[in-house]
């Protein structure tokens, strides 16, 4: 079984990203053949500074390593890499109706909040078809937000093999992380790169704390029962277990309990459960030239398993 997924570099990755990606590919290694890609085509919709594309391409990949993927069992590459994905989004993109792109969520929420859109975000669900089709994936690990990708995916997959009457594409299985709860900023909201509400897990402890500390709460005295709906509650949770979480919030009910208090043991959740990924980056870091070794070796390894699949989707559609 091959599993593929991908992460965009568009901005420093946080918990959020961890447990809704990060965390999920690593242990999807053990399922099968995995490929997982540093998604620098698709930032350039939102990133437009080549030097700090090249900086988050990096700090991704470093993540990513950190984090648990194993070069050896796993292939490692940033898409950009992979330039045959870009002919396959054209070969796509031809079978692929306006009216299926003009649907897409992540779409249509831009234009409701009036920021600007270019082709590249227009078509951003065609070279993500690409992505996953290239190598005839089986099963792609998403969270929610990517559900509908994945939908447009199979649709143009099926669309291309049924216009040339062919079966070039495989249709990939979407595994769309259900129980991973969305993970709150520090103000409340989704955290989110775009938000600036992050806690990134590599922080330095001092910049760590100091973000902790200033998640926001309502104004309720300590002696008062507190609402555990709140983002500090829920992402002390991500943290600990059901039966301390019982206790944790029982004991926030009851009142007495300060948010200061809840806030120290939050950060010392975090700092204790990335420590040996902390120290992995670190000695990481110390071997760039070894990263980019890693992902050139990555996407060989991408393109010789893409390589038969364009070459049959351009004899289909009788290119070349
Ligand atoms: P961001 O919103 O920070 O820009 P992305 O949209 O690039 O993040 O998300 C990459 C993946 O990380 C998403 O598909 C999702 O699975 C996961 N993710 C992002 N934010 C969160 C969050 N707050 N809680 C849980 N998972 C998240
Ligand atoms: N769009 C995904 C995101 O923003 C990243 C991505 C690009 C991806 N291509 C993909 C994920 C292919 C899975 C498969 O999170």
Redesign the pocket.
């Known amino acids: 079984m091959r599993v593929l997924s991908g ?2 570099p ?2 420093e ?10 965390r ?1 590919h690593v242990e999807f290694q053990d399922r099968g053949e995995g490929l997982y890609f540093i998604a620098d085509y698709h930032s350039m919709t939102s990133v437009r500074d080549g030097a700090e594309r090249r900086r988050l391409v990096r700090d991704v990949a470093l993540d990513y390593l950190a984090c648990g993927i194993d070069p050896e069992r796993s292939i490692l590459y940033r898409q950009s890499d992979v330039p045959e994905v870009c002919e396959l989004q054209w070969i796509l993109g031809s079978v692929t109706p306006m009216g299926l792109l003009e649907r897409s969520v992540s779409y249509k929420d831009k234009i409701a909040n009036g920021i600007p859109v270019d082709h590249g975000l227009f078509a951003y669900p065609v070279l993500m078809a690409a992505d996953i089709l290239l190598y005839n994936s089986d099963l792609v690990p ?5 559900k509908q990708h994945l939908e447009m995916t199979r649709d143009i997959a099926a669309r291309f093999n049924h216009a040339y009457a062919t079966e070039v594409f495989r249709l990939p299985e979407p595994h769309i ?1 259900e129980d ?6 520090v103000d409340g909201r ?6 600036d509400n ?1 806690l990134r897990m590599f922080w330095p402890e001092k910049k760590l704390k100091k973000a902790v500390m200033a998640i926001v709460t309502d104004s309720t005295p300590v002696e008062d029962p507190k609402d555990t709906s709140q983002a500090v509650f829920q992402l002390w949770s991500v943290f600990a277990s059901a039966d301390e979480r019982e206790e944790m919030f029982g004991r926030a009910k009851a009142g007495g309990l300060g948010y200061g208090d809840v806030k120290k043991d939050l950060l010392a959740r975090i700092l204790d459960h990335f420590a040996p990924m902390r120290a992995r980056r670190e000695e990481l870091e110390k071997r760039p030239d070894d990263i980019e070794v890693i992902l050139e070796g990555g996407a060989r390894r991408a393109r010789a398993i893409g390589a038969p699949v364009l070459a049959a989707a351009r004899d289909a559609a009788g290119l070349g």
Do not use: E, F, R, W
Request: without cysteine; charged residues 10%.
């Open positions: 992460i965009q568009s901005g990755l946080h918990i959020g990203n961890y447990l809704g990606a990060l999920q998403v969270g929610q937000d990517q992380l991973v709860a969305v993970v709150p900023g989704k955290m989110s790169k775009s938000y992050t």
